[in-house]
């Protein structure tokens, strides 16, 4: 068996609740078993879902007001979900477009589809002005 294999069948076993050794993956103190750990610390993919959202705009300000406005609808009454930002996106301007980025974490991928896409909803202007990225590789 691959060793992509065994780490795949390892995280299916742990994210069932298996016990490792049902598993017949890597041992506790591999590299995976750490990388799994650090994951579930910083509650990243694949623990929770993470989406990354840049809106951009003409000027700073209207980027950040924007992303903002989008955070507010998204957060709502309950905190299930934890939302990030807004913050200057790390490319903060590019080809003449300012941009401001959040996160959305959750482990409900419905529920964080269903707020973002009611966000947009209510501001169309935005629609054609933000990229949604689910579970990215990198947030740059």
């Known amino acids: 068996m691959s060793r992509i294999a065994i780490a795949a069948a390892c995280l299916f076993a742990q994210l069932l609740g298996l016990p490792a050794a049902a598993s017949a993956g890597p041992p506790a103190d591999s590299p995976y078993e750490r990388e799994l750990q650090f994951r579930r610390a910083m509650r990243y993919p694949p623990i929770v879902s993470l989406v990354n959202t840049v809106v951009r705009s003409r000027t700073f300000a209207a980027a950040m007001d924007d992303a903002g ?16 930002g807004p913050a200057p996106a790390p490319l903060g301007k590019l080809r003449g477009e300012y941009r401001a980025q959040l996160l959305i974490k959750g482990t409900n991928r419905k529920q964080i589809r269903e707020r973002l896409q009611s966000a947009l909803a209510a501001r169309p202007d935005l629609q054609k002005r933000v990229v949604v990225d689910i579970d990215p590789l990198s947030v740059l």
């Not at 406005?69 to 990030?84: E, F, H, I, S, Y």
């Open 69 to 84: 406005d989008v955070v507010d609808k998204v957060r709502g009454a309950d905190n299930q979900l934890r939302v990030l």
